[in-house]
């Protein structure tokens, strides 16, 4: 796949399935962490090691494939004007972070785009897998795949005592960031979400918005995820963590009932007044935007609307981000220009939808 496919394609190939507990769970996604043992980790590299980590991976994984993951391409940052780095972040296969080390990083990426491998970053590497749904053990288990394919070729830094050696304390150990996605509007309506982040922390795990630290929970998507890599197994990481997201799961189910059951009329009327601006503005704020989305698609998941699938819901969210307007539009927008092509591009889309 070329770059101008990865950047005209707003829904990743792989998004575009279900996996299990899809109405709740968006995704689920491995993180690894990883460097080169007896180079200096990339905070302290000088341009000659980090070029040379470059070449490594092109002279030995550019258009390789492995397990189903085909024909990896290597997209240099230096070589991305600054939308196309943006789009590359809004479809989480690349970090804010690996854009401003430009010069010499770049991302190893499978056709479907459903791996990517992050090069030069805070650390030399960051394995990225993602699955739909929830899939936790499924992404762990071909990560550590992916995982030793490169090793075969890699020398890791890793000590006996502490293990993988990373840039940042937080991630030693393990190397592993495990986190799914999830959509969770019925505890945010019901405001149990502020009570039930701060159990979560307390569990070693930690909450964050859609793309990650720092990031604002957009349209009730909630990103949550281990912070304790040393001392656990990667198989423990992934199982505290899945047992918390079946809590939120049943959690979310059994507010979305209470809603429905007592607030069903208010409900209602509040999904379909965002469908019905989604489907009429004329200008539209990315924050509304996603608060519209995330109505509608409860109004799906409750059956409350027909006839529009959930996937479409998936593509806006990620389309109407600021950097894909600008990347269709050809050209750098201003802030109002992007709000009127946002609802423009929502209503041609959802009329598109109603005549297939």
Same mark, same amino acid.
């Given at each position: 796949?070329?770059?101008?496919?990865?950047?005209n394609q707003?829904?990743?190939?792989?998004?575009?399935?279900?996996?299990?507990?899809?109405?709740?769970?968006?995704?689920s996604?491995i993180?690894?962490?990883?460097?080169?043992?007896?180079?200096?980790?990339?905070?302290?590299a000088?341009?000659?090691?980090?070029?040379?980590i470059?070449?490594?991976?092109?002279?030995?994984?550019?258009k390789?494939?492995?397990?189903g993951?085909?024909?990896?391409?290597?997209?240099q940052?230096?070589d991305?004007k600054p939308i196309?780095?943006r789009?590359?972040?809004?479809?989480?296969?690349?970090?804010?972070?690996l854009?401003?080390?430009?010069?010499h990083?770049?991302?190893?990426?499978?056709?479907n785009?459903?791996?990517?491998?992050?090069?030069?970053?805070?650390?030399?590497?960051?394995?990225?897998?993602?699955?739909?749904?929830?899939?936790?053990?499924?992404?762990?288990?071909?990560?550590?795949?992916?995982?030793d394919?490169?090793e075969?070729?890699?020398?890791y830094?890793?000590?006996?005592?502490?293990?993988?050696?990373?840039?940042?304390?937080?991630n030693?150990?393990t190397g592993l960031?495990?986190?799914?996605?999830?959509?969770?509007?019925?505890l945010?309506i019901?405001q149990?979400?502020?009570?039930?982040?701060?159990s979560?922390?307390?569990?070693?795990?930690v909450?964050?918005?859609?793309y990650? $630290?720092?990031? /604002? +929970?957009?349209?009730? =998507?909630?990103?949550?995820?281990?912070? *304790?890599? &040393? @001392?656990?197994?990667?198989?423990?990481?992934?199982?505290?963590?899945?047992s918390?997201?079946?809590?939120?799961?049943?959690?979310?189910?059994?507010?979305?009932?209470i809603?429905?059951?007592?607030?069903?009329?208010?409900?209602?009327?509040?999904?379909?007044?965002s469908?019905?601006?989604?489907?009429?503005?004329?200008?539209? $704020?990315?924050? /509304? +935007?996603?608060?519209? =989305?995330s109505d509608v698609r409860l109004? *799906?998941? &409750? @059956?409350?609307?027909?006839?529009?699938?959930?996937?479409?819901?998936?593509e806006?969210m990620?389309l109407t981000q600021?950097?894909?307007?600008?990347q269709?539009?050809?050209?750098s927008?201003?802030?109002?220009?992007r709000?009127?092509?946002?609802?423009?591009?929502?209503?041609?889309?959802?009329?598109?939808?109603?005549s297939?």
């Amino acid at each position: 796949m070329s770059l101008q496919q990865f950047m005209n394609q707003a829904i990743s190939p792989w998004m575009q399935e279900e996996g299990p507990d899809s109405d709740i769970v968006l995704s689920s996604r491995i993180r690894l962490a990883r460097n080169f043992a007896q180079v200096p980790f990339p905070m302290i590299a000088s341009d000659k090691n980090l070029e040379k980590i470059l070449d490594f991976f092109k002279q030995e994984y550019e258009k390789q494939s492995f397990l189903g993951y085909r024909n990896f391409e290597l997209v240099q940052m230096k070589d991305l004007k600054p939308i196309e780095k943006r789009v590359l972040v809004e479809k989480h296969l690349i970090s804010p972070l690996l854009t401003d080390h430009s010069e010499h990083s770049a991302v190893l990426i499978s056709q479907n785009e459903q791996v990517s491998i992050m090069i030069n970053e805070e650390d030399h590497l960051r394995i990225q897998l993602y699955f739909p749904g929830f899939q936790l053990e499924k992404a762990l288990t071909q990560a550590s795949e992916i995982d030793d394919w490169l090793e075969e070729k890699i020398n890791y830094a890793f000590d006996e005592k502490r293990g993988y050696l990373t840039s940042c304390p937080t991630n030693v150990g393990t190397g592993l960031r495990a986190s799914v996605m999830m959509h969770l509007p019925a505890l945010v309506i019901t405001q149990q979400m502020n009570r039930i982040v701060p159990s979560i922390n307390q569990l070693g795990l930690v909450v964050r918005g859609i793309y990650g $630290e720092g990031s /604002e +929970a957009l349209g009730n =998507i909630f990103q949550i995820s281990n912070q *304790i890599t &040393l @001392g656990k197994s990667e198989k423990d990481i992934a199982e505290d963590l899945q047992s918390v997201v079946k809590q939120l799961i049943e959690q979310e189910r059994n507010a979305r009932h209470i809603l429905m059951s007592k607030s069903g009329i208010q409900l209602e009327d509040r999904i379909f007044r965002s469908y019905g601006a989604l489907e009429h503005s004329r200008i539209m $704020e990315s924050k /509304e +935007a996603s608060k519209c =989305i995330s109505d509608v698609r409860l109004g *799906i998941d &409750l @059956g409350l609307l027909k006839n529009v699938s959930r996937s479409i819901l998936n593509e806006l969210m990620t389309l109407t981000q600021p950097g894909f307007l600008q990347q269709f539009a050809k050209k750098s927008l201003t802030p109002e220009e992007r709000d009127i092509r946002r609802a423009q591009l929502i209503r041609e889309r959802l009329h598109l939808e109603k005549s297939d």
